[in-house]
């Protein structure tokens, strides 16, 4: 299975920063690579597909980057609704494994 | 906008079945993937499986044996069966459709989750 690392596993920001987090592959998945976003007691929701392609719907303050083994996921103003745990997931090669999640808390 | 609906038991006991149901509502489940995925408590996402309208499955080799996905496309309905279940399968379980192509895919819809504790 293809392993998936995500850092930070938690930080805390300020309403308006500029929040980074990255995903690692344990070896490389081109831009196969989707992150969502998951809310207490809710079902994670698609950000970003194809490592840089937003989801429909999706504020334009997410973005996402990165090929091969080393992606990100960028908000570039941090807003109220988005603290939240954030996960990758690679869609490369069955079974479709998961980043142990990255929380983003309210400092 | 597809919505999708599960149903199903939240408490199982150890060695028996899990089943869940989940219906899709707002489109037909004649097209795409769809997926069971679920999340231990406290936990980060394991995928679960995926079945095709056609009824072609994949399933993840730490479930495989396992686990059973089916569908019904005249209920609009896919189903997950995992046996002989123990403490450590209590997971919110959610089911989600996958748009796929080839391998290139992702979860867009996903259920509400379901709780399922078990426990004798």
Redesign the interface.
């Given at each position: 299975?293809i392993q998936m690392t995500q850092s930070p596993s938690s930080l805390s920001a300020s309403v308006g920063d500029r929040v980074t987090i990255t995903c690692r592959a344990s070896l490389s998945i081109s831009t196969?690579l989707?992150w969502?976003q998951q809310k207490p007691g809710?079902?994670?929701?698609?950000l970003i597909?194809?490592a840089y392609i937003l989801?429909s719907g999706v504020p334009s303050r997410f973005s996402g980057s990165g090929s091969g083994t080393d992606f990100t996921v960028t908000i570039s103003s941090l807003q109220p609704e988005d603290f939240a745990t954030y996960?990758c997931?690679q869609?490369?090669?069955?079974?479709?494994?998961?980043?142990?999640?990255t929380k983003v808390e309210i400092k | 906008q597809v919505h999708l609906q599960q149903s199903g038991p939240g408490l199982v006991k150890p060695s028996e079945t899990l089943s869940l149901t989940c219906t899709v509502s707002g489109g037909s489940i004649s097209s795409h993937y769809w997926s069971w995925i679920r999340q231990p408590p406290g936990k980060?996402?394991?995928?679960i499986g995926q079945i095709y309208y056609s009824g072609s499955t994949?399933y993840?080799?730490?479930l495989k044996s396992r686990v059973t996905i089916s569908v019904d496309t005249s209920k609009n309905q896919f189903s997950l069966n995992l046996n002989s279940v123990s403490a450590a399968d209590t997971a919110v379980y959610?089911c989600?459709r996958r748009w796929?192509q080839y391998?290139?895919?992702?979860?867009?819809n996903?259920?509400?989750?379901t709780l399922v504790t078990v426990s004798s």
């Open positions: 299975d196969y989707n969502y809710k079902a994670p929701k698609l597909h194809g989801q996960y997931q869609s490369y090669n069955s079974p479709w494994t998961f980043g142990q999640g | 980060g996402l394991e995928w994949n993840n080799p730490s959610y989600a796929s391998t290139y895919g992702y979860e867009d996903w259920g509400q989750g």
